[in-house]
């Protein structure tokens, strides 16, 4: 699979890989969920949109308390 030579085991969870002290093991651009240059995802504004809506929805309808 063409992933092994990014991540050493790609089908295995390990959020690991992740983390600030592994970050010289990982391949710059790697990840891009939206892609990038002329051919992005068109609905990257809008999907950017919904998460920080919905997230301030929620915020807003938590209740602080004991």
């Given at each position: 699979?063409?992933?092994?030579?990014?991540?050493?085991?790609?089908?295995?969870?390990?959020?690991?890989?992740?983390?600030p002290e592994n970050a010289s093991r990982l391949v710059?651009?790697?990840?891009?969920?939206?892609?990038?240059?002329?051919?992005?995802c068109i609905g990257t504004r809008f999907g950017l949109?919904?998460?920080?809506?919905?997230?301030?929805?929620?915020?807003?309808?938590?209740?602080?308390?004991?």
């Amino acid at each position: 699979m063409k992933y092994d030579k990014i991540y050493g085991e790609p089908n295995k969870f390990n959020p690991d890989r992740f983390m600030p002290e592994n970050a010289s093991r990982l391949v710059p651009y790697a990840y891009l969920p939206f892609g990038a240059g002329r051919r992005s995802c068109i609905g990257t504004r809008f999907g950017l949109f919904v998460i920080g809506r919905s997230l301030c929805h929620v915020i807003a309808r938590y209740r602080f308390g004991r």
